[in-house]
């Protein structure tokens, strides 16, 4: 999209993700360093979003068949990250997005 290029939206757009913006979410993984937790813990975003909603409708979307093994939702269980860490993802969808784009801008 930064490039000009249209964006590629697989099916129709109405499948959800959760999104990660590592960045922003780097205490999570800093809290388990520090605990002493003997079982794996799920550090991520719950949240989810279309991917049609994410683009917000500023860009030239083209759609492509969707393939057969992608899901309908993703959506990670962080419930042991609150439990044990008691920790939650801080950043917005938007506020990683902006930043993201930010950089790619300054480097690009």
Do not use: C
Request: charged share 30%; aromatic share 8%.
């Amino acid at each position: 999209m930064l490039a000009g290029e249209w964006l590629i939206i697989y099916g129709d757009g109405k499948q959800t993700r959760s999104f990660y913006y590592a960045l922003g979410m780097s205490e999570g993984p800093i809290a388990l360093r520090v605990m002493v937790v003997q079982e794996p813990v799920y550090v991520h975003n719950q949240k989810e979003h279309t991917i049609l909603g994410i683009d917000g409708g500023e860009s030239d979307l083209t759609h492509a068949s969707r393939p057969e093994q992608d899901p309908e939702a993703r959506r990670p269980d962080i419930e042991k990250a609150r439990r044990k860490l008691v920790w939650e993802p801080q950043e917005s969808l938007r506020d990683g997005l902006e930043a993201s784009i930010d950089y790619l801008q300054w480097v690009l």
